[in-house]
């Protein structure tokens, strides 16, 4: 039993749930939100491929041999494979690992790979955390660092102006991130128009760089050194990095809208950006140390720093909401315990806030700032992360094409197998990084994963065990109902088994023998798809002596709120006032032991997760005068 954002209530919500708005508008839209993170590329990519770790000559053949290997990148990674394969596999208007994992297990039930599947959608969850915590410190460190080109002695305001920045970035996140939005994304079609025309003033001064669009610039690179043509692509990639939001996002803005959007507008302007930049360093091989403040002249520096700036905190604005986004997924889908979660937004679905995962990652991007110092020494810890979601991405819709969209197996085979060559061969590249602090995104993603599959098969023993020890309904109902004292009201017992008596239902029945007139046994149920339509929210069974048994569905993106969906309620009687109602919960205390199922480390850190979940009355929404907790043991 958990809970997601915002319910929808009617069923066109099944389908999608951005508001049906004009698709230009949507589109506009998604400039400002969904391309933040690919969008500042620029800021530090090229930059890094020739002064990074391994350094390049700024010479015709690397120049020419980078800038093609950028093209190809952005059109292959981005535009074939993301735009317009990846972006169709929508899970009722929802995208992202989680989603794409939900969608193949429910099309596909009797797929003998689901264990892991599974474990893909969870490592590639775990992998976006450490995404989340590097993207905005890269960010905003580049885009301040355009200081050092405005004036001397600029160097030491870098730091800590960055700090200020990514403080006063997360601590208006509680006032939504839709506000945030609207405060900033306007400046993002101003910054893509910018760097659009600095890209084509450079461009005009030297077109000849055009012919890198020939991938032949890019083989003959790798011909004349094949191990500096290897290294380079941990650089590149940097290029292409937040092509995942575009998935991930999906579900704000719809599929059409961010087709139209990058193919259209932001494609083009960051193609003109890459190609402006690499025309200067053909003309001025000096300028490589920051190409892209150094593509305008002096007077307009210090404006570019305070634009990009501005499109960075946008940048990191939206990964910010998307570890929001998957982190309530993960508490639907059961790999996560129950958060606090706040909803800033009274109608727009997704509007969250989550204080745990606010401040964790801020600390952690601090950390990182303070630890790193700037945006080249970033560059080594980031790729790993994204390529890695790449290749897990990949092999996810390995799976659907073949078992679901039932593509020809030729053309499937074909798809697959030459994004895992380009994915693989840039993840082996990434991995170079590791001794330069690539290490740090593995470490975030294997410590989140080790939370992730811990709470699910913790979970999951715990119910086991439960329903070991559960006594059939039909039993209790004839030996306890008629012996028992019936007293006025109605009792909901919440409880995740299909089947069984509640414990807390036994337990009352112990301790204060008696049982209420009217007994509704509760079960929420959260379904592989974003939404549920009101007309399929709520199952009844009449058990007999006014016993009832109530399964409430609800989709992973949907807010629960049990007191409004038990007024829905019919065939169970009159009916339900809420001050003549007793909620019973369950409370599991939790024995570590030696049976078979998490090794005993792995028992207890599932066991602290649970103690500090979040209380279930609050989670679901239950009045705070009506709610009984009864507690029980249970040994894992």
């Known amino acids: 039993m958990s809970s997601d954002s915002t319910a929808t209530t009617s069923s066109s919500a099944v389908h999608g749930h951005h508001a049906p708005q004009g698709t230009v508008r949507l589109a506009v839209g998604a400039i400002g939100v969904v391309f933040g993170d690919i969008g500042t590329s620029p800021l530090y990519a090229l930059k890094e491929t020739f002064t990074g770790h391994h350094k390049l000559a700024v010479d015709a053949l690397h120049v020419f041999g980078i800038m093609s290997l950028v093209f190809w990148t952005m059109t292959l990674i981005v535009t074939v494979k993301y735009v317009l394969v990846i972006l169709r596999a929508d899970n009722r208007g929802e995208g992202g690992s989680l989603s794409l994992l939900a969608m193949i297990s429910r099309l596909s039930p009797n797929n003998t790979r689901a264990r892991y599947l599974t474990l893909l959608g969870v490592l590639a969850t775990a992998l976006f955390f450490g995404d989340c915590i590097i993207t905005p410190a890269i960010s905003v460190l580049s ?63 030297n077109p ?91 007077w307009g520096r210090l404006p570019l720093v305070g634009l990009a700036t501005c499109a960075t905190i946008i940048a990191s604005q939206a990964v910010i909401s998307g570890a929001f986004s998957v982190t309530h997924q993960a508490v639907q889908l059961g790999f996560l315990p129950r958060l606090k979660i706040t909803h800033t937004s009274a109608s727009a679905a997704g509007q969250i806030y989550i204080p745990l995962v606010n401040w964790g990652l801020l600390v952690m991007v601090i950390l990182l700032v303070v630890s790193f110092r700037n945006s080249s020494a970033l560059a080594s810890a980031y790729g790993i992360a994204v390529t890695g979601t790449m290749i897990i991405t990949t092999l996810m819709m390995a799976v659907l094409v073949l078992t679901v969209w039932k593509w020809n197996r030729w053309l499937a085979y074909g798809f697959v197998a030459t994004f895992l060559i380009i994915d693989t061969a840039y993840f082996a590249s990434n991995l170079t990084k590791i001794p330069d602090g690539g290490w740090f995104p593995l470490l975030v993603g294997a410590i989140a994963f080790t939370f992730l599959t811990t709470w699910a098969k913790g979970r999951s023993l715990m119910q086991e065990r439960l329903r070991e020890s559960a006594m059939p309904m039909e039993v209790f109902i004839k030996s306890a109902a008629s012996a028992a004292t019936r007293v006025a009201g109605t009792a909901v017992f919440m409880t995740t088994a299909p089947k069984g008596v509640p414990p807390a239902l036994l337990h009352n029945l112990k301790h204060n023998k008696v049982l209420h007139d009217r007994i509704m046994i509760l079960t929420v149920v959260v379904d592989e798809v974003p939404y549920v339509s009101d007309e399929d929210r709520i199952g009844t069974h009449d058990l007999g002596n006014n016993f009832y048994r109530i399964f409430v569905r609800y989709g992973f993106m949907q807010e629960i709120d049990i007191p409004a969906v038990l007024k829905k309620v019919e065939n169970c009687g009159p009916k339900l006032k809420m001050m003549e109602t007793s909620f019973f919960l369950s409370r599991q205390t939790l024995l570590a032991s030696d049976r078979p199922g998490m090794a005993l480390w792995r028992e207890h850190l599932f066991s602290w997760m649970m103690r500090n979940a979040e209380s279930a009355m609050d989670f679901f929404k239950l009045p705070t005068n009506r709610v009984v907790e009864l507690g029980s043991q249970v040994e894992i």
């Open 143 to 205: 885009a301040v660092e355009g200081l050092t080109v405005v004036g001397p002695g600029m160097d030491r305001l870098v730091l800590p102006i960055s700090i200020v920045i990514l403080i006063a970035l997360f601590l208006i996140q509680a006032r939504g991130s839709d506000k945030v939005g609207r405060l900033f994304a306007p400046i993002m079609l101003v910054y893509f128009a910018v760097i659009s025309v600095m890209g084509l003033n450079q461009l005009i001064a």
């Open 208 to 298: 000849v760089i055009l012919q890198a669009i020939n991938p032949i610039w890019a083989w003959r690179f790798f011909m004349v050194d094949p191990t500096l043509g290897f290294l380079a692509l941990g650089s590149v990639v940097l290029s292409v990095t937040g092509a995942e939001a575009l998935y991930a996002d999906m579900g704000h803005f719809g599929r059409r809208p961010i087709q139209l959007s990058w193919l259209w507008f932001v494609m083009p302007a960051l193609l003109l950006n890459y190609f402006g930049q690499s025309a200067m360093l053909l003309r001025a091989p000096e300028t490589v140390e920051n190409p892209f403040f150094l593509m305008v002249p002096e």
